[in-house]
């Protein structure tokens, strides 16, 4: 089962840059990393998922290192709304279920 | 709004009553996912569907649990004789089977259990 391991929580200010580090040792081969934003009363929503190496899209970007047991959301110049819990997860048996874990809470202050 | 509609979004009930719940997903997603989450928790696999076949259940999912997707569209959750434990938001989600599965999720349906 591949378990993840987050931060319970971080702080931070508008304008900075975030990075939230996840482990995962126990990855397959053919797991994806994908990380989810969640904001009270709502469903996860989809930020960016990769491989390995490094993705980004026009919200985030990944970074997966080499052997794969960790990866970095990073979110760059976060502000007021981006306060939310952050999931890292990863696929299992062909991506027929996710394991959540309880996330990172992010708190972005003024 | 992710295209993923669930239905209704708040349930209060009283226990020992039944209560379902329906999933509409994304029209061209072979897969379907439910999850329950409870408070600061994440998302706690449930069930899976590929088209209208039950893939995967979860052993969270007692005898009191079941859950449908005919035709291989919409999906019902049915919880019978509902527990105070059953409160919580039941989360659907739907993906399209590809070698980099994404899941999106509806906004979820709240049950409270008096």
């Known amino acids: 089962l591949a378990k993840t391991t987050q931060p319970i929580s971080m702080d931070s200010y508008e304008g900075q840059e975030v990075n939230i580090t996840c482990s995962h040792n126990?990855?397959?081969?053919?797991?994806?990393i994908t990380w989810y934003q969640q904001f009270p009363s709502q469903g996860p929503r989809f930020i960016i998922q990769?491989?390995?190496t490094k993705v980004t899209n026009e919200v985030a970007s990944l970074f997966i290192p080499a052997d794969r047991k960790s990866s970095t959301l990073s979110l760059p110049r976060v502000s007021l709304s981006d306060t939310a819990v952050y999931y890292c997860l990863v696929g299992e048996d062909n991506f027929n279920k996710f394991y959540f874990g309880s996330g990172t809470k992010l708190n972005v202050k003024p | 709004d992710t295209g993923v509609s669930q239905n209704p979004r708040h349930k209060i009930t009283k226990r020992g009553q039944n209560v379902t719940f329906r999933c509409d997903p994304i029209s061209e997603h072979n897969r379907l996912y439910w999850y329950r989450q409870t408070l600061g928790q994440g998302p706690e696999f449930l069930t899976y569907?590929?088209?209208?076949?039950?893939?995967?259940k979860s052993r969270l999912l007692s005898d009191r649990f079941s859950a449908e997707r005919p035709k291989g569209s919409f999906s019902t959750l049915e919880i019978q004789r509902t527990e105070q434990g059953d409160s919580a938001m039941y989360l659907c989600?739907?993906?399209?089977?590809?070698?980099?599965?994404?899941?999106?999720f509806g906004p979820g349906t709240r049950l409270l259990v008096l």
């Open positions: 989600a739907s993906s399209l089977s590809t070698g980099e599965e994404t899941q999106y």
């Open positions: 126990n990855i397959a081969t053919n797991d994806y």
């Open positions: 569907f590929q088209n209208e076949a039950q893939l995967e």
């Open positions: 990769g491989y390995k």
